[in-house]
């Protein structure tokens, strides 16, 4: 859990189900920095779990023998600010139980709001997200890997933002990048900015 | 090189002179992944070279190689998106080497602009920055892999922006997502966000 958070928000990464370039549904693979990155990020602007959602219980376990070799082992002892990113990380089997960890933690249920790189897809934007935040709302964050969350994800969600763009219609951006760039615009002070 | 861009701006990723966590001048190793997460975002907001800058000949020749798959080689003919990314990267020595080609491409020496994550660096803004840029002065951004840019190359640039921050002191971001933050601060549309 994030020290010192005067927000209530969680991310969560999505491995499945997410589709691949042909749209067709898959489960990825769990990518190492992923995991560093999006701790990392998750650290810095005061995100309270950060979940990895997969299925997979051989992936489940990869993941916390990396998580605990940080959290407990040698690389937290000579490392401790990324003991301290990578303790935010919760490892489990799906969505609903996000929802559910969440729902216990805060007694509230979330409001989600899922992230498409797709046009056309936001229905909320990020200053009435950033609103909601800073009242105190419990907010999760839905990131897909792959080519991004399935339809079924996006259509159980209670918003979308709108995707990324930067200077025309390129916005193949990594998750990693994604999700410092959203928590970016959504945490950080405008005076930062 | 950017196609499209309205701006004259590079980013150039130092592996040496940086410092270690002990403040020693060492050269770092490249990371595959800052390869290609620097070169989407930096294609997503309209950089036009990216410059991998490392005097190892070996980690030079490891980096074309990569490129060259994408560029090149089956990656890009598989994903033409990533294609477009990597095609930005330019690989060379020196910081001196990055001033010069810049020089010559847009016959004008470069404002060049460190990045550091140290408290108490910050000599120019977003804000200033964002102005420069959209008045299409060239400019150069730097980031360091490891612990950071060596004190021999924060002396000599015009300028350093201040180090990101989010809700608190933490601000151990990866370089990752450290450029592709800044990047969005600088050169995403207001409206966007």
């Known amino acids: 859990m994030a020290a010192d958070s005067p927000y209530k928000i969680d ?6 189900p997410v589709i ?5 549904i898959i489960g990825s693979a769990v990518t190492n920095l992923d995991l560093h990155d999006i701790a990392r990020a998750g650290c810095t602007y005061g995100v309270d779990t950060y979940w990895v959602v997969t299925p997979d219980t051989m ?4 993941v916390r023998e ?3 070799h940080w959290t407990e082992g040698y690389g937290g002892s000579v490392n401790p600010d990324r ?4 303790s935010l990380i919760r490892v489990c089997s799906s969505l609903d139980e996000v ?4 729902t216990e933690k805060w007694s509230v249920r979330p409001h989600t709001l ?4 797709r046009p056309g897809q936001g229905t909320e934007g990020y200053s009435e997200t950033r609103n909601r935040i800073r009242q105190g709302i419990p907010e999760l964050l839905l990131f897909g890997t792959a080519w991004g969350l399935a339809p079924e994800v996006l259509s159980r969600v209670d918003g ?3 995707p990324l763009r930067g200077i025309n219609e390129f916005n193949h951006l990594s998750v990693r990048s994604a999700v410092s760039i959203i928590l970016d615009r959504l945490m950080a002070l405008p005076d930062e900015r």
Chains 1, 2 share one sequence.
């Open 11 to 16: 991310v969560a990464l999505i491995h499945c």
């Open 20 to 24: 691949n370039k042909s749209g067709e």
């Open 59 to 62: 992936q489940q376990d990869l």
């Open 66 to 68: 990396i998580v605990s």
């Open 83 to 86: 003991k301290n990113a990578l």
């Open 99 to 102: 929802i559910e960890g969440m």
């Open 114 to 117: 899922a992230t498409c790189a």
């Open 160 to 162: 979308i933002l709108p």
